[in-house]
């Protein structure tokens, strides 16, 4: 079956614009969560969804940034105002039971 | 806080031979662990889980091991395969919430 989707697969933009990210989770997936990462660094949680609870939002950076899941299917992952700190890979996971996660392909964000 | 650590952050292996990956943790409530590969420019790929009531599981190729008293897991990869080359992390499932290590690059020498 369909994997974990996100889009675009790579973004450049200018420092000060406003970014939206994709996740297509698995289908049926409950579970879905944003992890940055970094060059040569490992995966830094930003958000996680679980059904219709409140998400746990205690991994995001800052104000810039938040993240919808409507449906409870397809995430958007926004980030306002980039900053060149913002450029790394972000990932979107999901996942059935909240504990084994499929991994989408990532997202390349570059500030420029 | 969670810390979950590498013991190295490289290892080359030559073809054929057994590759053993290092991970340490912090927490000792933590109960579920996994492995991921990431090749260069993809997501992390699955390859194995186990739960802190195991403390070994085997699957393809792989053998994941726990040893809660000293807080440490290992990967093991048998007849390592160029196509193994990546980095690996380790993650643990704490409370809510999974901490990944920085990862282990393995680079598999023909």
């Known amino acids: 079956g369909a994997g974990v989707s996100q889009s675009p697969s790579n973004k450049v933009t200018e420092k000060g614009k406003d970014v939206e990210l994709r996740c297509d989770p698995i289908?049926?997936?409950?579970?879905l969560y944003w992890y940055r990462q970094s060059l040569g660094q490992g995966l830094e949680f930003l958000i996680y969804f679980q059904g219709n609870s409140a998400p746990d939002k205690s991994g995001l950076p800052s104000d810039r940034f938040s993240a919808e899941r409507t449906g409870g299917s397809v995430s958007t992952l926004t980030i306002q105002r980039t900053q060149q700190e913002d450029s790394a890979v972000y990932l979107c996971a999901s996942s059935l039971d909240g504990a084994k996660q499929y991994f989408g392909p990532g997202t390349r964000l570059t500030v420029t | 806080g969670e810390s979950v650590g590498l013991h190295l952050p490289t290892l080359s292996v030559q073809e054929g031979d057994n590759s053993i990956i290092n991970c340490a943790y912090s927490?000792?409530?933590?109960?579920?662990f996994i492995w991921y590969k990431q090749e260069s420019g993809k997501g992390p790929q699955f390859i194995i889980d186990?739960?802190?009531?195991?403390d070994k599981r085997q699957g393809q190729r792989v053998t994941v091991l726990l040893n809660k008293t000293v807080k440490h897991l290992s990967l093991q990869i048998a007849a390592t395969q160029p196509g193994d080359s990546a980095v690996y992390f380790c993650a643990n499932f704490t409370g809510n919430q999974f901490y990944f290590g920085t990862g282990t690059s393995l680079t598999v020498i023909p």
């Open positions: 186990i739960r802190s009531n195991m």
């Open positions: 927490n000792s409530a933590s109960d579920y």
């Open positions: 289908s049926g997936h409950t579970a």
